[in-house]
């Protein structure tokens, strides 16, 4: 369930970087009616996808609330703390 939460915080990243770029520079208007409705729906897929990750804590469920980056620092949470459960599970079992 972790790849699908970074291949969505990596497609709004790009697709919110490329409506920056389109609206500083050229602005064209199919860019952004294509880009706007990919990156709101990412940004969902995120939201929706940290929610229901079991290593999610309630940190974790904030961040992916922050456009742009939230899904990077959501996952970015997370792979801490499952290193950090292994590392405890590991420590207990020795």
């Known amino acids: ?7 969505a915080a990596a497609v709004e990243l790009l697709s919110l970087l ?4 389109n609206l500083a ?7 952004a009616s ?3 409705p990919v990156h709101g729906c990412a940004y969902l897929m995120i939201v ?3 929610a229901w990750h079991p290593a999610a804590d309630r ?3 904030l961040l ?3 456009p742009g980056v939230g899904g990077l620092l959501a996952t970015r949470r997370m792979n801490g703390r499952l290193t950090g459960e292994r590392a405890a599970h590991r420590m ?3």
């Open 1 to 7: 369930m972790n790849r699908p939460l970074r291949i």
């Open 48 to 50: 929706i996808l940290t």
């Open 18 to 21: 490329v409506l920056v770029i």
């Open 59 to 61: 940190t974790a469920k």
């Open 64 to 66: 992916a609330w922050v």
């Open 25 to 31: 520079t050229v602005h064209v208007a199919p860019v």
């Open 92 to 94: 207990k079992r020795d």
């Open 34 to 36: 294509l880009c706007g």
